[in-house]
């Protein structure tokens, strides 16, 4: 697969070190832990709160790690708009979560664990204390087994939209046991409540899609289309093909009914992995950060190419134009900048990566298992639109 590619901001980085010892990652490290630990860095996301200051978040997971029991989530704060970063709290309980803003607060929603409840914290206090899903009432929203990242939480009519999978399946293998499921609740409610939310009809794994080579969907995005619908874009796993697809699935406007046509999958650039989908008003464009595959990696399997790290725009959501490779390093084994979560800050993108890099312990255990987390960005990223 090839892609024309229109070098706005060309950084490659081989080996970054300070003095002549310590391997850096480029942008900023907001966190690192090294392989030996056996826990690895994931579901990076970041928030910005009213008050400027940057909220960012990430989960661990790996052999020492409590992902299967109660997982933990690291939280950081930045003052300085990403120069540093400090850690101001760590939740138990909390996995592959999203982090956003709703009124004054600052809410975290995901699973508890790998494969477990759909749980909610608000913080009243910038993300320094949480309150505790201990039952129905009071953040606990779906029990069972559900899967999800730190995907877009959008307020669209009135509603607050998230999309999570359900993860019992008619197989327990990934990703073919997850099924799209969409959660909207009133901005009026008690986000804590779980009678505060709607969770619509499942849609689930179909090996015929795609002239059976569909092998699963996951990690959706809600997002508003152009005509104001609301839809649910997912990635998806084609390890036999060349091509990268999203699923786009249609929402009713009461957040009780999905369905899927096997005429939206569309071609996207770094669709299977994981990607967030924004709108930005002011360019009326779709853009997202992925992992798209050049000429170099044809005859690796898409998915497992993350060390390339690319600005993708769109009018709609089935006409993506590359406009700029952000980040790259040559090998793709040990290297990777993904799981990208990102926001319009100003004329800038800001975003946070799940990176596999160089450390002195001889970097990352592969590019899938990160040992850093890194804050970027992308000044005036409207500019030389292609």
């Not at 664990?113 to 899903?133: A, C, L, M, Q």
């Not at 997002?223 to 093909?241: A, F, Q």
């Amino acid at each position: 697969m090839k892609y024309r590619v229109i070098l706005l901001c060309l950084l490659v980085y081989p080996f970054f070190y300070i003095g002549s010892q310590t391997p850096v990652p480029p942008g900023v490290v907001i966190n690192h832990i090294p392989k030996s630990t056996e826990k690895y860095i994931g579901s990076p996301s970041i928030c910005i709160l009213p008050n400027g200051d940057y909220i960012v978040s990430h989960d661990e997971f790996g052999p020492k790690s409590s992902e299967y029991k109660s997982a933990i989530t690291k939280i950081f704060k930045s003052t300085d708009k990403g120069e540093t970063w400090n850690l101001i709290s760590e939740i138990e309980g909390q996995f592959w979560s999203t982090l956003f803003i709703w009124g004054d607060d600052l809410f975290i929603m995901g699973t508890n664990k790998v494969h477990g409840n759909v749980v909610i914290r608000k913080s009243i206090d910038r993300g320094e204390s949480w309150t505790i899903p201990y039952d129905s009432k009071n953040g606990i929203i779906l029990e069972g087994e559900y899967h999800t990242a730190p995907v877009p939480v959008v307020v669209y009519k009135g509603k607050i939209w998230r999309a999570v999978e359900y993860a019992t399946g008619i197989s327990t293998k990934w990703p073919e046991r997850y099924s799209a499921v969409m959660l909207s609740a009133s901005v009026k409610s008690d986000l804590l409540n779980s009678k505060s939310w709607i969770r619509s009809n499942i849609q689930p794994f179909d090996a015929t899609y795609l002239d059976n080579n569909f092998k699963g969907w996951l990690e959706g995005n809600v997002v508003v289309g152009k005509e104001g619908d609301i839809l649910n874009v997912l990635r998806v796993h084609t390890p036999t093909l060349p091509e990268e697809y999203a699923a786009i699935i249609d929402v009713s406007k009461n957040g009780k009914k999905i369905t899927f046509n096997q005429n939206n999958f569309v071609k996207m650039p770094g669709a299977s992995k994981k990607f967030t989908i924004r709108f930005d008003k002011k360019s009326n464009k779709y853009w997202s950060i992925v992992n798209g595959i050049n000429e170099l990696y044809d005859n690796v399997q898409p998915d497992r190419i993350r060390n390339n790290l690319m600005l993708i725009s769109a009018d709609n959501l089935d006409n993506w134009k590359i406009q700029s490779t952000i980040l790259s390093h040559i090998d793709y084994i040990k290297h990777g900048f993904q799981y990208i979560d990102w926001l319009v800050d100003g004329e800038d993108i800001i975003f946070v990566s799940r990176t596999a890099y160089d450390d002195l312990e001889g970097g990352a255990i592969n590019y899938h298992n990160a040992n850093y987390i890194t804050f970027h960005r992308i000044k005036n990223f409207r500019t030389n639109i292609n």
